[in-house]
């Protein structure tokens, strides 16, 4: 969980995100670094980052629930809480419809890969899954709200009282 903490930390604090003259979104996901120059627990963890995301995107949750270490599992308690979690997110976002960008960086013990995507009924909020591996173990796993691009002062990290 360590781990997911940090890789959290990183995209919360990108200071892009708190920019008021946010660039547009994308019309396509930027090219990733070639496979070339990640690390080899890097490139295992995008290649298995993007095939347990797309079931995932899918409604297909068994494969990457089976991945996930105790702690992981820990946080949705059961398989069929992991589905509802899943279920839920559908319906309150609706499905994905534009890829940003996808990366991988090395947090200590963990490869961590990471999904940053646009979803229906946000057009203006870029999400970030987080899919830390430990060897084939997912140890870390997580979603959060990496970019608004909106002009609302609270989505700028502004108090209210400015």
Do not use: C, H
Not at 44 to 49: I, K, N, S
Not at 68 to 88: M, N
Not at 137 to 161: W, Y
């Amino acid at each position: 969980m360590k781990g997911l903490t940090v890789a959290l930390a990183l995209l919360v604090l990108n200071p892009s995100a708190l920019a008021q003259n946010s660039p547009a979104v994308p019309a396509k996901p930027p090219v990733t670094a070639p496979a070339a120059t990640r690390t080899p627990a890097e490139q295992a963890a995008f290649t298995r980052g993007q095939a347990l995301m797309a079931e995932f995107l899918a409604l297909k949750v068994e494969r990457l629930w089976n991945t996930f270490s105790p702690d992981v599992k820990a946080q949705y308690g059961t398989l069929d809480g992991f589905t509802a979690f899943r279920k839920t997110g559908v319906e309150q976002y609706g499905k994905e419809t534009r890829l940003v960008r996808e990366r991988t960086f090395m947090q200590g013990g963990e490869a961590v890969y990471v999904r940053s995507s646009i979803y229906e009924k946000y057009p203006d909020q870029v999400w970030a899954f987080v899919m830390g591996f430990t060897g084939q173990k997912v140890t870390s796993f997580g979603v959060l709200l990496e970019d608004e691009r909106t002009n609302d002062p609270v989505a700028l990290g502004r108090s209210m009282a400015q």
